[in-house]
């Protein structure tokens, strides 16, 4: 029984000693980062657009999106909160200039993220390239731990871009944006 409680204090340390070391290095590391990726895609800038745009049926072709629900114009910008995987988050439209690029922009300020995600469209070959470039704020130190070293910055734009592809019936690797 002594061992078996000296094994479990000795876990019970390492895990904890490992939570500190990451939120020291959470901690200093920057905040703000700047990812993007890029596919290309058989549609139209305008055929893509669209689809991007409608906002309240990407639960539809998003498996990570459960609910969308529009709520008007607050301050000239369209807003709408998704519900998913990742909770509650609501957007705004900043820039909507259809059929290149659309800007959204996180709303929420307790999440221990927020930024905005650019959509750019390009028409390339018959079809188009849509790049998304996220200029993110991470103030929570573990979390941006997790976002560095875990998961990386890419993981939430490839998710997104390869569920519009699937939706579009293609099948294609997210690469580097611009």
């Known amino acids: 029984m002594k061992t078996l409680l000296m094994i479990v204090g000795v876990v019970v340390v390492v895990i904890v000693l490992l939570i500190v070391i990451m939120l020291l290095i959470g901690s200093r590391l920057n905040p703000n980062h700047t990812a993007s990726r890029s596919i290309k895609l058989r549609r139209s800038p305008a055929d893509v657009f669209a689809v991007l745009h409608n906002f309240e049926q990407s639960p539809a072709w998003r498996s990570d999106v459960k609910k969308v629900e529009m709520l008007g114009v607050v301050d000239g910008h369209v807003r709408f909160r998704e519900e998913g995987s990742n909770g509650a988050v609501t957007y705004e439209v900043l820039d909507d200039i259809a059929p290149q690029r659309l800007v959204t922009r996180i709303v929420d300020v ?47 734009i490839d998710t997104y871009l390869k569920s519009l592809a699937a939706h579009f019936g293609e099948f294609t690797q997210p690469g580097e944006g611009k």
């Open 110 to 156: 307790d999440l221990g993220y927020s930024g905005t995600w650019t959509y750019d469209l390009q028409p390339a070959d018959g079809g188009s390239v849509l790049t998304i470039t996220e200029n993110g704020v991470v103030t929570n130190p573990m979390f941006r731990f997790m976002s560095k070293y875990v998961f990386g910055h890419t993981a939430t």
